[in-house]
């Protein structure tokens, strides 16, 4: 989605990218961040078993939690590279990129919750990015439960964000039947109200800010909508399938 | 696939069946039998953890596989119920079906290979399937390393064969340059040749017969390829995404 430079545009992220190059099955994929071990973030791993080499890059917690599926040995470790990221250390995975990973308030995986679970604590649960590529700034927290001092410094500054959008209200999938949990119980805070997203980041000097990782219960997704219209104002895009953005 | 009757029709297959009904989120699958534990049959199961009730069905061996790894937590088992299926013994799992599960030459999952791996073993590993309703009897297997005596005498008279035509050539893959695997290495019986699934069911009785699995090498994808026309002329079906059948 970051459209750095020219250069990385053209290897990465253009339409003409994204088909198949040389080698049959071949796939432009040269590495995956994961930020969390959710069903969300992992399952997509097991449709890159074509034996193509790319690295995942994880904390320790997550790259535990897929060593311990025996699904994931599809993915063959001769192909494979299975890469510890460590909160606040730089690493350079090419293309010109620097990516930092900072840990943000979160909670385990759902499929590894058991008894009482912890919301909000900042661990390897969760992982913020900072990603820096010729001389632009990027954030990326798809999954935040509340705004930390470190959150709200790595955000200021940068040239664009983008953020957790799961819900708009706290309790919107409780209202509508569809779970008894709420977003905070999710390990997500709501775009809304006066612990919301869009009151934390208000006065916040960032280029670009774009909701993503919106849920389908989310009246942002609906154009025109009085939520939709709520983010617009205050500065916000909301983000689609397919989105470019260049820096 | 099976259309049994207009009632099954009308509850389970139609087009508008697999529309949400009732309630938001609703999916018309109420029960999953599992043939074997690789990936493509096992991973659809990360996408249906909307806590609407259903069974799953399959060998103690793969409900240990699912058991051992912890991301099929998701299912919550307060909605989604186990059930283990035996070597020819018939289940009733509603809607008017009988079904019978049988071991078939197969193999252990990819993911659970350790060391020298045993290739056309009846074992729990692989199951093909007899289904019963309203008079018809369809027989469904999507792997088979080769025809054995039951594989025979299980399909001879059925309504209908739904059978394993992951690739037409044994080497298909490795000419390709694509893996260096056999189908029989992995499991499965090619369409031609002396030992293929076009002679082997030659001259048995069955009302219909498609082939099923395609692997996206198998040239009887291609309409009007010899390939395909060789699987035509000896009484075969190609299937297809949406394909429906009506007994």
Redesign the interface.
């Known amino acids: 989605m970051l459209n750095a430079s020219p250069d990385i545009r053209q290897q990465l992220f253009d339409t003409a990218a994204l088909r198949p190059k040389g080698?049959?099955?071949h796939s432009p994929v040269q590495g995956i961040v994961l930020t969390n071990g959710d069903?969300d973030h992992?399952?997509g791993l097991?449709s890159l078993?074509?034996?193509q080499p790319f690295g995942v890059f994880a904390t320790p917690a997550t790259l535990k939690?897929i060593e311990?599926?025996?699904?994931?040995?599809?993915l063959d470790r001769a192909c494979v590279a299975m890469k510890a990221l460590q909160h606040g250390q730089t690493i350079e995975p090419g293309f010109g990129l620097r990516l930092t990973p900072f840990f943000v308030p979160g909670k385990v995986p759902?499929?590894?919750e058991t008894g009482a679970v912890e919301i909000g604590a900042e661990t390897e649960a969760t992982l913020g990015l900072e990603i820096e590529a010729g001389g632009a700034r990027f954030v990326y927290i798809p999954g935040c439960a509340r705004i930390s001092e470190e959150v709200r410094e790595r955000v200021g500054g940068a040239d664009l964000l983008l953020f957790d959008g799961t819900t708009y209200t706290d309790d919107e999938m409780v209202r509508?039947?569809?779970?008894q949990k709420t977003a905070w119980r999710m390990g997500h805070m709501a775009i809304s109200g006066e612990d919301g997203s869009l009151a934390a980041f208000n006065g916040i000097d960032v280029g670009r800010r774009v909701y993503t990782h919106i849920n389908n219960t989310n009246p942002i997704l609906i154009e025109g909508s009085r939520e939709r219209r709520s983010v617009e104002q205050a500065g916000w895009d909301v983000a689609y399938d397919g989105m470019e953005i260049v820096l």
Chains 1, 2 share one sequence.
């Open positions: 080698a049959a099955r069903i992992v399952a097991l078993r074509e034996r939690l311990a599926n025996s699904i994931f040995r599809v759902l499929h590894e509508l039947g569809l779970s």
